[in-house]
């Protein structure tokens, strides 16, 4: 296997959470201090610690093979790299905010103001769909501040809690684009570094699928494992194993997280006793 680079963030919201997926996915570094660099003691890799502004062109360029960073970034850096993943984590929007005393009455409202935002191409594309024609002022941080020192009618930004545009007397009227984390990769990665690329996608998916799913064990009377395979219809059959206690099986399945509560509500509305709901590390389907 050929080595690969990957960039992740330096320091900011993406950085933790990068790190984690790689370390999850087994990899074996050390990510402390102010270091550019770290190399992968047990897979062919390398890491770079970069601003995540900076990454798309590194990809696009090839100093990096590939890089975890926001889609939001990506798109408005608009560069030549493909989307190899969807990472699950970084997640917020881009939304357009107003001052709350102000009635935003639709899209139209936008026609002729200024909206101040670091997403001018984001934002430009979102007025040009909606045939609206406003001045865009672009800023690079900060955003929230600019409708109360006068200096735009509205902003775009991002948004996760909602906090910041509360504090500075903003409300949400339109989201216009759903970003998380993803992983990109260089649109002319030689065919060894692109096995190696599948070796860690592999990895990355084994790591986020665990997370969706419980591993769940419960002990059921052995007459209501019909009515169990009805509240379980979308997957395999469970393991079904015999208790010494006659008339009592033990049941092992997987549950998505989506619907985990529920199904355990029924299991117990049908009798299921001593539910053990463990962690999965990693699952390979
Ligand atoms: O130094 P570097 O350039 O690498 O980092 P940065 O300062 O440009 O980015 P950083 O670390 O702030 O964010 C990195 C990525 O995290 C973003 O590109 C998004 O994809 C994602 N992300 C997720 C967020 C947020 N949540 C977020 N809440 N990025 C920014 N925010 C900011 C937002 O700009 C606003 O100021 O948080 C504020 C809003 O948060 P709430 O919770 O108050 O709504
Ligand atoms: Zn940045």
């Given at each position: 296997?050929?080595?690969?680079k990957?960039?992740?963030?330096?320091?900011?919201?993406?950085?933790?959470?990068?790190?984690?997926?790689?370390?999850?996915?087994?990899?074996?570094?050390?990510?402390?201090?102010?270091?550019?660099?770290?190399?992968?003691?047990?897979?062919?890799?390398?890491?770079?610690?970069?601003?995540?502004?900076?990454?798309?062109?590194?990809?696009?360029?090839?100093?990096?093979?590939?890089?975890?960073?926001?889609?939001?970034?990506?798109?408005?850096?608009?560069k030549?790299?493909?989307?190899?993943?969807?990472?699950?984590?970084?997640?917020?929007?881009?939304?357009?905010?107003?001052?709350?005393?102000?009635?935003?009455?639709?899209?139209?409202?936008?026609?002729?103001?200024?909206?101040?935002t670091?997403?001018?191409?984001?934002?430009?594309?979102?007025?040009?769909?909606?045939?609206v024609?406003?001045?865009?002022?672009?800023?690079?941080?900060?955003?929230?501040?600019?409708?109360?020192?006068?200096?735009?009618?509205?902003?775009?930004?991002?948004?996760?809690?909602?906090?910041?545009?509360?504090?500075?007397?903003?409300?949400?009227?339109?989201?216009?684009?759903?970003?998380?984390?993803?992983?990109?990769?260089?649109?002319?990665?030689?065919?060894?570094?692109?096995?190696?690329?599948?070796?860690?996608?592999?990895?990355?998916?084994?790591?986020?699928?665990?997370?969706?799913?419980?591993?769940?064990?419960?002990?059921?009377?052995?007459?209501?494992?019909?009515?169990?395979?009805?509240?379980?219809?979308?997957m395999k059959?469970?393991?079904?194993?015999?208790?010494?206690?006659?008339?009592?099986?033990?049941?092992?399945?997987?549950?998505?997280?989506?619907?985990?509560?529920?199904?355990?509500?029924?299991?117990?509305?049908?009798?299921?006793?001593?539910?053990?709901?463990?962690?999965?590390?990693?699952?390979?389907?």
């Amino acid at each position: 296997m050929e080595k690969i680079k990957i960039a992740i963030q330096k320091s900011g919201r993406l950085n933790d959470d990068s790190v984690d997926l790689l370390k999850q996915c087994g990899m074996s570094f050390s990510a402390m201090g102010n270091k550019l660099i770290a190399t992968v003691s047990n897979f062919p890799m390398e890491i770079l610690f970069l601003r995540d502004d900076d990454i798309p062109q590194y990809v696009q360029d090839g100093v990096a093979d590939i890089g975890i960073l926001g889609e939001n970034v990506l798109i408005e850096t608009e560069k030549q790299v493909e989307i190899s993943e969807r990472l699950g984590f970084g997640k917020c929007r881009l939304s357009i905010a107003v001052p709350r005393g102000i009635e935003f009455t639709g899209v139209k409202f936008l026609e002729g103001k200024k909206i101040a935002t670091s997403y001018p191409k984001l934002l430009t594309q979102y007025l040009t769909k909606h045939s609206v024609k406003a001045t865009i002022e672009e800023i690079s941080g900060s955003v929230e501040i600019a409708p109360s020192i006068g200096l735009a009618d509205a902003v775009c930004d991002i948004v996760s809690s909602g906090s910041t545009l509360l504090t500075n007397g903003l409300k949400e009227v339109e989201k216009i684009f759903d970003s998380e984390a993803v992983l990109i990769k260089g649109q002319n990665l030689s065919a060894a570094k692109l096995e190696t690329l599948e070796k860690l996608l592999f990895r990355i998916r084994a790591v986020n699928t665990a997370k969706k799913c419980k591993y769940v064990l419960l002990n059921i009377p052995t007459n209501k494992i019909d009515e169990v395979k009805t509240i379980l219809p979308g997957m395999k059959s469970p393991t079904i194993l015999p208790l010494a206690m006659p008339g009592w099986s033990s049941l092992h399945s997987v549950i998505s997280e989506d619907d985990f509560w529920s199904v355990i509500d029924q299991l117990k509305s049908i009798g299921a006793q001593g539910i053990l709901i463990v962690p999965i590390e990693k699952m390979v389907i």
